[in-house]
Structure formats: C-alpha cells, structure tokens
C-alpha cells in the first residue's frame, strides 16, 4: 500500500482511531475527497480549530514514530490535540473589539545576523507571550510561545525577550537583532 498524505493523517487506522477519540469520525471527515486542500477545507469549515489541530497531531505522532521509532500513545495525542485548538482558539481566532488591526514593519537584519521578534498578550490578567526568529531573506526559522497564567504585561515582555534569546543562544545564533511588536509599531 502506497503511504499517500491521506493515509498518513486520515486513512490509517492509527489516524483513524485519534478521530473516532475526538468524535469527528463523521462522514465528511472521511469522504473519498481527491484533493487534500478540499478536504483539509471543508474540515475546518465544519470542525474549526479542532480538525486543524487533528491532522497537525497526527502528523507530529506520525513523524515521531518514523523518524525517532517512539509511539506516541493515544492519550497524549488527545493531550496535544486539545492543547493546540486552545492555542489557535485563544491566539488568531479572536480579536478584541474596537481595536484596529496593526500595521508591522520588517527591517531584515544584515546576512550575519538573524531577527527574533516577539510579542506578548494579556487577557483578564492571563498572560502569554511568543516569538519567530527569522534569517536575512525572512524565511521562517523556528517559534516559540508561553503562557504564564496570571500577570502583567511587564512579566509577559520579559519572558518573551529571554525565551527568544535562549531560544537563539541554543541554537547557536550569536548575532541576533531584536524587536518586540510594540519596538516595531512605534516606528
């Protein structure tokens, strides 16, 4: 049997059996759809969050298990699975009313050097924060996001800022430029 996309994060019974686990065994979710965006599409339309973070699940489970010979087990597929729709749930999917969009300006760094930008978010006194660092050309490198449950902005900033330079130092990248959303707003 050929391992197409569609047997990797739908047709497997491994893949299957997460579904069924989080109730979207449904006949839309399993129909002979010939293209994966269509399918990938009309799932979103019909479970939201929830199917994105299935298939993006199943593939990190998937992936584990190829390239590092690991099982995941179920459970902890459900884990990350609920996990990551909270995430999408409480980081794009929702806006605060009358706040207008921001406009954000990228100033790539010189080819030595890599740019981490960060922001961070607070919600009823619940705090989070993220980053991206990115090379010369903006080419995405890797992320990284918290939450810190209760706090202020301040905390929030701070974390996003050390969690980023770690994050860099780690990865051995030495020459970082550095921007936080509101840095680039103020532009």
Request: proline share 4%; with cysteine.
């Amino acid at each position: 049997m050929d391992e197409t996309l569609f047997h990797c994060v739908r047709d497997c019974p491994k893949a299957k059996e997460v579904w069924q686990r989080m109730g979207l065994d449904t006949p839309h979710t399993f129909c002979n759809n010939n293209s994966i965006r269509d399918w990938i599409m009309e799932g979103v339309q019909h479970s939201g969050s929830l199917f994105l973070s299935v298939v993006w699940c199943i593939w990190k489970s998937r992936n584990t298990m190829v390239f590092e010979q690991k099982i995941t087990p179920l459970w902890n597929v459900v884990h990350s699975i609920i996990s990551s729709a909270k995430v999408i749930n409480n980081s794009c999917c929702t806006r605060a009313p009358n706040r207008p969009p921001r406009m954000v300006k990228w100033d790539p760094p010189s080819r030595d050097q890599v740019t981490l930008n960060m922001d961070d978010s607070v919600s009823d006194n619940r705090v989070g924060f993220g980053g991206l660092v990115r090379t010369a050309d903006g080419e995405w490198i890797t992320g990284y996001y918290g939450s810190l449950g209760n706090g202020d902005i301040i905390r929030a900033e701070l974390f996003a800022i050390l969690q980023g330079l770690q994050l860099c130092w780690d990865l051995s990248f030495k020459e970082i430029n550095s921007a936080s959303c509101e840095t680039l707003w103020m532009r």
